[in-house]
Structure formats: C-alpha cells, structure tokens
C-alpha cells in the first residue's frame, strides 16, 4: 500500500512535492486526482502525479494530504499525459502546466462530478409563431429564429449572446420553456445526428479537400491553405459531418473571442446537436458547465480560444484550428504555450486527426507541409461566384493627406459609396492620435513609466499608456514649456472616423477596435448591423481583418502599413504579409468584384511587390528561404530569455551570467544580453538573451542541465526573469 504521494503544485518552482497519505484516507490515490495539502500557511489544490512506498525524506519534513477532492482522474490519460510533456518542453513546473489545464473552478475546488443541462426550446404556441409577428421585437425574433434550428442551452444561449430581457418575455408569452435533464453518456446526438440545414455544394477543389480529409485513419496533421474566401470553414463543416456520424466530437479552437458568436452560429445552423463554448469572457461556472458539458460527451461540438485545447473529450474525433497563424494561439503571460503546437500533440496522443486551416499558414506550418511532416491541402479558387480582387497601391509620397487619407482613395471611396456598397478603411492603430505634441517646443508627451508616448483619446479625454494602462486627463498646457499649443500627432481610427464623418455625412460610420468593443455584446451587435447594410463605411483595427464575411464591402483600404516594413522583429514581414492579405480578403467575397488599395511611402519596397504581384503563399515560400539562410526559426529553435528590473545594471548583470554558463558552437548561438525593443515599461527596465540551436532536442537539453545552476544565481534574486520557448513577439 503507498504511504507516499508526489504531487504537482500550482507554483513557479520547479518541482513536485512529496507528501504522506494518511491511513484514515480510505481510498487509493490515482495520478490525476486532485488534492487539498497544507502549503507553507496556506492550503492548496494540486494533482497526484505519482504514488510510491519509499520517501528519502525526514519524517519530521512531510506533512500529510488534507483532503481528496475526487473519486476518479480529471484527466482522461493522453491529455494527463500532453500537460506533463509540455511542462517539460516549455520548462515549468509540472503544476503550473496541470492547472493551466483545468477551468479555474476546479482549480478552487468545484466539484467535477455532472450535472444537468438546462436549454430552451419552442413550445407548441411558439413553434406555430412566424418571425413577422415579432418584426417589432428584433431581440426576441433573433431567439425565435435561433430556437427553430432546435433546442438550445443555456450556456449556447449566452455565447450566442441573446438578449436575456427577450429570453423572459417568450418564457411569458409562453412560446418557449426552459427545460432541464441530466447530462447523459449515452447521449442522443449519437445515436441519430439530424442536420439543420442542407449542405452547400462543394466545389471540385473543397470536394477533394474534404474526401482526403475523411479517408484518414488516426493520427494526421493537415495544413490547409486555402486563398481567403475560398470556402474552408464549409470544408470543416463537412469533414465534422463525417466525423460526429462516427459518434466521435470535435474540438474547435478559433483566435478570438469575437469570432466565437459567428462559429458557433454557422455550426448551429448546420448540426441540431449541443454545442460547449470555452473561453476567457466567461464566467468561472459557465465554463465549468461548459467543461462538464464536453467532458460528458454531451455536447459533440467544442468550440473556444486558446484555453479550450485542454478540454477533455469523451470520444475524441478530431481538432480543427481556424486562422492558424494567428498570434493569439501563443500564450504571452505565464506558461508561454502555443495551442497550435500543443494541438498537434494532442491529436498524436489521442490518435486523431488534426486539421491547420488558414489562407496565410505561419511559416512553420508551411516549412513542416513542404517538408513532408504534415499532409497539405490547397484550395486556390475563391468559392461561390466570388472574382479576384483587384489590387492596387496609392504612392502618397507628396501627396497631401487628410487625417492618413489621401484624395485619390477618398475619391475612390466616393465611387464605391454611391454604387450601394460597403467601404472598409483599416488602420491598426486606436484612439484619436498615437502621440501628444507641443507646438511650439516640439515635446512629445512619454508615459513616464514606459519608453513610450502617450495615445491621445479625445472622446475619453483622456492621454492613455497602451503598454502599461497608465492615464491622465488630456493636459491644458505643455509640461515642457507651458504652451497651449498642444496637438495631436499621428492618426488614430478615432481621428479617422471623424475626419470622414464630415467628408461623407451621407454615409453611417462604424469604428471596431478594442476601444469600441469593450462592453459585451457590442462586436456581435455592430457586426449584425453591417450585415443588415445599416452602415457604409468601416473603420477598424486587426479585430476587422479576421474571418469576418462581409458580402457588401467593394473597397477595401490599408492606410498606414509603413511601420511594419520596418520592424526589428524578423516575423514582420510575414506578419504584414499575413495581415495585408487577410484584410484584402474583406473584399468582394459574395458575386461583387472587390477592389484593394494600399497607400504607402515606399511604392518599390520589394517586400510589397513580391507580395502583390505573386500572393501571400509565394511571398511565404520565398520569406522561408531566407529564414534558412539567415539560420532562423523555423529552421533553426530559439530559447527567448527575459529580465526585468528597476535597476538595468541587475538585469544586464544576471542575463551575462546566465550566458556565461551556455555553450557556444557552429549549431548553438547566444546573442546578448540586449535591451529589449520597447527597453523600459511599468517603471522597468527589460533586457533579453536570445538563443539558437540547429537542433530542438539540444536546445531542450543545455536548458534542462543549466536551469538548477541559473535558480542559484545570486543576480537572480535581483530581477525578474522567464523563458519564453518558440517565441512570437520579440517585444
């Protein structure tokens, strides 16, 4: 019988904690249960990761187990097994990577066990209803409309974000009831899967994509690249037809929280079964409920963010990522995981197949297809009766610019406009003006806590930090020499929005970016009123440029894309690369023909011709040629080491001995320490050791080896320092 148990804590220290099982416990402990044990003075929640009847410890060191708060593993055995294997690859504790895979209630001690489902579904009365007879009521048609597809749950009901107020009036008016049954493992969507709707049919490209797709047995990874609008989510649908007739669920992970409304629609409409939604906007008991939902097998469809990868299935069958190369799949805080990498492992644990979709792969996904490691997928042709776009680039060197906009596009836009169309102006930068500026000493307003300025927002009224959130109310006068004579530098979609509502006051104007989305539910209601054609002109930052299906918008233009030709991080030109086709991809996707203009200064920059002239999947190809020559990710593996510290000396002074202890060679290379590019932040200051190594497992091995000597480091404990594996951001 085991007297001891190693388990795995939620904190930053590299090891598991051994402690005794006590003889009153009368059960047996199993690896991946959870427990409650006594933790300096507090107690905390960790998993069991192994048992064993010999301890090296003192009697007098151990302290006994509290509580046991399950009956069984939380874990199914490969998801168990992918939390210990990414502890080890991205070089934390064990505990830290195990929590990260549990909803954050059950990390405080919520029960695991099921329990029932609560949904909403059409009465007889409501089931007779037409969606005239609530033409008034626009809320409560919405519900109706969604209920006529099937029964809906609770927590579907929430992440469609329907109107709660028109939830209760139905409930009155009797049209529909809230039901509730427990969650079942022999569950009906297994036995008799019922399609909503018809299928669309597939074109020659998409009908070849998705018969390679569902003749794979077990374990594949596929790239899909697919030209934007070319139709890859109705090859999704199709392979998850194949795959939820089988009695098997899907895991579908998607960048962004705002994209999740229009999913989980688009599946809905497709598949009358219970769909579990996972993601940070939720509650701590929604996604507990969501979890239990998935967990069961009660719901055959699972679609969330990044976090959503550890949800555990009860008959795995596949996990698809959409927009692959999404930088959002990349965790930045904490353990720095990559969903995408930790997908494609699961899909090998778990045995099944793993599907990458985008129309602007990440280089190591196209550098692993072209190698032979991934199967790969294209489809060159937009679906439907979509055309090509038309692309063209406005040189605005001497031109003169209105708030970024110069008069060849406004005239452009003005013709689209008057034609009955939709018009998307992108500009990745928020607020009314990136800097403050005195006119007549030439000070620019800094965050004095970061090495950066402020971003002025006037309707806020306020200068505010986007680094560190730091904010004051916008200055009367210069705090250099006291002048009045303060203005904005720079444009912002705030400013631009502005400028355009009095050069076409004919023509509703809607602005999304972060500052314009941040109440719940404002995304999916401005997206809706696009749709319904209520606005003309589109401004917005990256949260336009992502997936969304806008079948009106004709013009589509990119105002300042300057600033990443120039970036010191060797992923811009893919990033831009990336962003510049996917916006582009905004236009003309229903039978309209779509136009794309980009202004610039720098008309003959090689980077924007190659990409114009021969498309994102060229560009790519060729910006993977030169990584190999320049001997960098994906080719070579890269180790990011930062510091931070009030003092740059105690950074500099810790990050020199850390690479003193490192080897240096023709297949291992350390460069540093550096500053950091934005150098100071929150009253910090940031260095960086950057570390290459030809081989993966190398660079595994040098780290697992020196890390005890660097936790000793005396220059340690006077700065803050991570690791940051397979890094996405070098800021």
């Known amino acids: 019988m085991p007297q001891f148990a190693e388990i795995a804590l939620p904190v930053p220290m590299r090891q598991n904690f051994t402690y005794k099982i006590p003889a009153s416990l009368g059960q047996p402990l199993v690896a991946g249960m959870r427990v409650k044990v006594p933790f300096g003075r507090q107690q905390l929640i960790g998993l069991v990761v192994a048992t064993s009847e010999h301890c090296t410890l003192a009697p007098t060191q151990l302290k006994s187990i509290s509580a046991v708060l399950d009956n069984a593993p939380l874990l199914p055995e490969p998801l168990y097994k992918l939390t210990l294997w990414a502890a080890r690859y991205y070089l934390c504790s064990q505990g830290q990577m195990l929590t990260q895979a549990l909803p954050v209630a059950l990390r405080k001690g919520a029960s695991a066990a099921p329990e029932s489902i609560q949904y909403y579904q059409l009465t007889d009365k409501g089931a007779a209803a037409t969606l005239d007879s609530l033409k008034r009521a626009p809320a409560q048609q919405k519900v109706l409309r969604q209920l006529q597809h099937g029964e809906l749950s609770t927590e579907e009901a929430q992440a469609l974000e329907l109107s709660k107020t028109a939830l209760k009036a139905l409930i009155a008016k009797e049209w529909i009831e809230l039901k509730q049954r427990p969650l079942q493992a022999d569950c009906r969507w297994r036995q008799h899967l019922t399609l909503a709707e018809q299928p669309l049919k597939l074109n020659k490209q998409q009908a070849v994509a998705v018969a390679a797709l569902t003749a794979q047995q077990g374990f594949t990874c596929t790239l899909l690249e697919g030209v934007t609008g070319s139709g890859k989510t109705e090859v999704y649908l199709a392979l998850l037809e194949s795959v939820l007739q089988q009695g098997k669920q899907a895991l579908i992970l998607v960048p962004e929280i705002g994209l999740t409304p229009q999913t989980i629609n688009r599946f809905k409409h497709r598949f009358n079964v219970t769909i579990a939604v996972i993601h940070s906007g939720l509650t701590d008991k929604q996604r507990l409920d969501a979890w239990r939902l998935a967990r069961s097998g009660e719901a055959a469809i699972i679609i969330g963010t990044r976090s959503a ?423």
């Open 309 to 731: 990868l550890f949800t555990p299935m009860a008959w795995p069958g596949v996990i698809i990522l959409d927009e692959e190369h999404d930088a959002s799949f990349k965790q930045q805080e904490g353990v720095g995981y990559h969903a995408r990498d930790l997908a494609v492992m699961r899909g090998h644990l778990e045995n099944i197949p793993v599907l990458l979709g985008s129309a602007t792969p990440s280089l190591e996904s196209l550098h692993n297809a072209l190698s032979g490691r991934y199967a790969h997928l294209q489809l060159g042709e937009r679906a439907g009766g979509a055309l090509k776009v038309r692309q063209g680039i406005i040189d605005i060197r001497n031109l003169p610019l209105r708030a970024g906009v110069s008069q060849p596009l406004l005239n452009e836009m003005r013709l689209h406009l008057q034609a009955g169309n939709q018009v998307l102006l992108f500009l990745n930068r928020r607020g009314f003006a990136p800097a403050l500026l005195c006119h007549e000493c030439g000070y620019l307003h800094e965050c004095d806590r970061c090495d950066a300025f402020f971003t002025v927002h006037q309707s806020l009224g306020e200068i505010r930090c986007h680094h560190c959130g730091n904010q004051y109310p916008i200055p009367l006068q210069c705090h250099h020499c006291g002048s009045t004579l303060l203005q904005g530098q720079g444009v912002g979609t705030e400013q631009l929005q502005a400028m355009l509502s009095e050069v076409f006051p004919d023509y509703p104007i809607v602005r999304i970016d972060r500052d314009t989305t941040s109440r719940k539910g404002s995304l999916e209601q401005q997206l809706a009123a696009i749709h319904r054609g209520e606005y003309k002109i589109l401004v917005g930052t990256q949260m336009l440029a992502k997936g969304h299906h806008f079948p009106d918008v004709t013009l589509v233009g990119l105002l300042d894309v300057d600033g990443a030709l120039f970036s010191a991080d060797f992923r811009a030109p893919e990033r831009f690369g990336q962003l510049y086709t996917q916006v582009a991809g905004r236009a003309g996707r229903a039978s309209k023909p779509g136009t794309v203009l980009l202004q610039t200064h720098q008309s003959d920059n090689p980077l924007l011709q190659d990409l114009l002239h021969r498309g994102y999947g060229e560009f790519a190809r060729s910006q993977l040629i030169e990584r190999q020559q320049a001997l960098l990710p994906p080719v070579w593996h890269m180790m990011l080491v930062r510091a931070e510290a009030h003092q740059a000396a105690d950074a500099d002074g810790f990050l020199a001995a850390f690479a003193a202890l490192l080897p240096q060679d023709d297949t291992f290379e350390v460069i540093g320490p550096l500053p950091a590019p934005l150098d100071r932040k929150a009253g910090k200051f940031r260095r960086q050791l950057l570390v290459q190594s030809a081989g993966r497992r190398r660079l595994q091995q040098v780290f697992e080896q020196i890390l005890p000597q660097v936790e000793s480091l005396p220059s340690a404990k006077r700065c803050r320092w991570s690791l940051d594996r397979d890094p996405q951001d070098l800021l």
